[in-house]
Structures are given as C-alpha cells and as structure tokens.
C-alpha cells in the first residue's frame, strides 16, 4: 500500500490550495483518512479527519477555512485550504487506517508530507 500526498505550494496570505491523498496497492477499504501538518520547529498537529461515512473533525484552527472530503471509489481524500494565513505554513501529511483485506488485515498508512507555504 502506498499513501501519496500532493498540492502543496507556495501561495499568499489570503489565497487557497487544495491538498489531495491518493491510497494505491492493496486497499480493500479505508476507514479514517487525516490531516495534519508540522509547522517549522513544532511538532506535528492533527488538521482535519473524515470517516469513511463523511463525518468530520476539525481542529479549532481550521474550522470555517478548511474542508476536508473524500471520494470512497477512488481512495481518494482531500483538504481545501481557503483564506490562508503565514501560520498554515507547513508539512502537510495525510494518514490513512487502511483495511487491505477482507479478512481485517489493517494497518495506519502515513503519505510523505507536501509543503506548504504562505508568503505575506
């Protein structure tokens, strides 16, 4: 199984990116997908999770900026990030509790992270 995340960039304060987190291999069913992200010098927080019913989490930071989704046929998982501020700036990674058989073979995948970064 492999966890690929994508979309980061360089972006202004104010503006938006979209992050997405494709799951490849053996996937039989994803139950979780999250995001978090590692500010510069800070550990890693959680962002945003989803469950494979669509009900969501947010941390406070995100709420009302950020919105997490996904597409269960695709494995597919993404975090639009709108009214960016200089503090978003980050690693972003995403995870995943992946089930690859349907005997309930399960394992927490982790994506390599997409940089963020938002210029004043």
């Known amino acids: 199984v492999q966890l690929q995340a994508s979309g980061g960039g360089l972006v202004q304060a104010g503006g938006s990116l979209t992050l997405s987190c494709a799951a490849s291999?053996?996937?039989?069913?994803?139950?979780?997908m999250t995001w978090y992200r590692q500010p510069p010098g800070k550990q890693r927080e959680l962002v945003a999770d989803i469950s494979v019913y669509g009900d969501t989490f947010y941390a406070e930071f995100a709420k009302g900026r950020f919105t997490i989704s996904r597409n269960n046929g695709r494995n597919t998982a993404s975090l639009q990030m709108n009214d960016l501020r200089v503090e978003d700036t980050g690693t972003y990674y995403c995870k995943a509790d992946i089930f690859t058989s349907p005997r309930g073979t399960r394992a927490v995948y982790w994506g390599q992270g997409t940089l963020v970064t938002v210029s004043s």
């Open positions: 291999g053996s996937v039989f069913s994803i139950n979780n």
